[in-house]
């Protein structure tokens, strides 16, 4: 079997597809984006299929290692991201080559289903209680929500007051036993990181996620002192090698690899494994599509150390076009009770809906994220 052809699709609302084509017709599907910079990665993808061409699909780990170490220069959130959609692609034709799923290929699923969390509320945290009380109605047991807005520095207490009273109110809407995760998103620095995780520590929440920003990540050593909460980083790094200094350091408690950013399901296996070494937990970041949720699903069912997957059905970027809209399949996410399904189907188990993603992809995107600013004119970190 020979590599033949790679077409990449930017769809709504802000994610991007690949297509690699064989001379024996199979097809593999994935998901290279980087949020932000679809057309910058679709440039590596096509950069990186002069090699690929002609190509035995089956050679994944030696494809992988050729994209990674044969260009000199390597790593970061483009070229990860380019490797990423490929890799699950290609893992995809093997999949359907052999009739298996790919958690089959490596090793055999340890779990049937895993926990998912649901996203709640915007980028400003604000009425989010109706909406969280509306996710635990639909069964879900863990909810995530960004933990405040911009912050400098050094900042006011009225603002750690907001953020803790956003968490206050949403605890007693949902109760005791729902698990929630509060995403810092890097907008806080260390001065009012601890503040907030000491705040924040009579809440219980399930985890504290970037709680600064990942090159700031010494910072750690001194907000796990203020609380015992989980601490969760990840989707800002894209390799087992900026993995192996967080997990040496000792501090987080949850590794969140992306596998649309780290190197797709090759390299974040090997994440995961690492972690499992280090006694850390597994939780996948994945607002993307449903090539990339299937993605992470594969990792999760061979993980014995993966605890909850990150999902976006209904989430608040996901305006226009939703996960389900581009598979036909739409049965294999498989919700109950608060967890999904592991994908059984040969490959990554999804159906795309290939006439849905062209005619979509004639709409395209240019999606960026905001740009923020302190009251004093100065960038703020979103």
């Known amino acids: 079997m020979k590599i033949t052809k790679l077409t990449t699709y930017i769809v709504p609302p802000r994610w991007m597809f690949l297509k690699i084509e064989t001379d024996e017709g199979i097809v593999g599907w994935g998901e290279p984006v980087v949020e932000g910079r679809a057309l910058t990665v679709e440039a590596a993808v096509h950069e990186l299929s002069d090699y690929l061409i002609g190509k035995d699909p089956m050679m994944i780990e030696d494809h992988w290692q050729v994209m990674y170490r044969a260009g000199f220069y390597r790593g970061g959130a483009i070229h990860m991201s380019a490797i990423a959609g490929i890799d699950q692609a290609l893992w995809d034709i093997k999949g359907k080559a052999l009739g298996q799923p ?3 290929l490596l090793g055999g699923q340890v779990r049937d289903r895993i926990k998912v969390y649901s996203w709640i509320g915007g980028d400003r945290p604000s009425d989010v209680a109706n909406n969280a009380r509306d996710v635990v109605a639909r069964g879900f047991k863990a909810i995530k ?3 405040c807005e911009e912050m400098q520095i050094v900042d006011t207490w009225e603002k750690v007051e907001k953020a803790v009273e956003t968490i206050a109110i949403i605890r007693e809407a ?3 036993h729902v698990g929630i995760g509060v ?3 890097g907008r806080v620095h260390r001065p009012m990181a601890k503040v907030l995780a000491k705040e924040l520590q009579p809440y219980n929440l399930l985890f504290i996620e970037e709680p600064v920003l990942s090159e700031n990540r010494e910072a750690l050593r001194e907000i796990a002192n203020h609380c015992s909460t989980p601490i969760a980083l990840g989707e800002r790094l894209y390799s087992r090698w900026d993995f192996k200094s967080v997990l ?3 501090f987080v408690d949850i590794l969140q690899p992306d ?4 190197g797709g399901i090759t390299e974040c296996r090997k994440i995961a494994t690492m972690a499992e070494a280090y006694d850390v937990a597994l939780a996948p970041h994945c607002p993307l599509g449903p090539i990339a949720l299937a ?3 594969q990792v999760d069912a061979v993980s014995h150390n993966a605890f909850i997957q990150e999902q976006s059905l209904g989430i608040h970027y996901n305006t226009g076009n939703d996960i389900l809209d581009y598979i036909s399949n739409k049965e294999v996410f498989h919700y109950a009770d608060g967890f999904v399904s ?3 189907g040969p490959g990554l188990g999804v159906e795309v809906d290939e006439q849905y993603v062209i005619e979509r992809a004639k709409e395209g995107h240019r999606w960026r994220n905001p740009v923020w600013r302190h009251e004093d004119g100065s960038v703020a970190e979103w």
Do not use: E, R, Y
């Not at 596998?259 to 780290?262: E, F, K, P, Q, Y």
């Open 145 to 147: 929500l960004n933990g």
């Open 102 to 104: 790919i958690h089959a």
């Open 342 to 344: 592991i994908p059984q």
């Open 183 to 185: 995403d810092f998103h």
């Open 259 to 262: 596998l649309s950013h780290a």
């Open 248 to 250: 040496s350091d000792g």
């Open 295 to 297: 993605a992470c699903l």
């Open 174 to 176: 949902v109760g005791p």
